[in-house]
């Protein structure tokens, strides 16, 4: 890639992992090395695979003569502690882009934009994507389907925009999305029949639904004794360096 060097234990470092490989395999083995050596989420390397295509999703794409939102817009979705938001949360420490929403700020305006009154009028608050502009936003654990029909535009076209006295306000807003959700109240993934049913019950719209690019169900399946695997100290140092990841 042009402007990035590379020198030659760091080239060595990488043949390691990539020469010879088929995708697949390189990304399984990336899960691995994530899971093992930075979040300590055992067990989960499709989730780990996901996650981490999210955050190396490219901004823009170059099609048929126009320019298309290339960022990833995925949906995690299962049980409570099974390792949904520790993964993205790993990855973020790992590679210091992004940030972690709480339910309390997954509103309109708090990821959008609004305006806040006072006595000499309005001042314009932006929402968390115009201010992640071109990074990632991991959405944890708690949002309303009737929100997600506000923000249906916005997901599309990457722009915040709303309205206040007559006056539209524009932002941009292109930021790689991790929507990590659990099942509506009283259910749980074994309440379908099919895992994937789940989506409909969390966006009840056609359009909402399609403006996810890929959607991960996490199931409470994981042995213990792997769990407690991660609990202990790390005795090797990764086989890849945090500064080539």
Known sequence: TEGVTFEKDEIDELRS????????????????????????VADRPLLHVVVDLVFHSVLMIPYGGIVEPGTLDVLVFGATSTGKGKTAEGLIRLYQRGEVISAKRCTTAGLIGGTVRHNQGFDVVPGAWPLRNGDLIVMDEAIDWTILQDLTRARRDGVAEFTHAGA???MAALVRKIWVMNPPEGKTLASYRFGAEVIRDLARTEEDVARWDLAVGVASDVDESKIMSMAEPLTEEPPISEALL
Not at 17 to 40: C, G, S
Request: avoid cysteine; charge should be negative; charged fraction near 25%.
């Open 168 to 170: 539209s306000q524009r």
């Open 17 to 40: 992992i990539y020469q010879d490989q088929e995708p697949y395999e390189v990304l399984m083995r990336m899960a691995e090395i994530l899971a093992t050596n930075f979040t300590r």
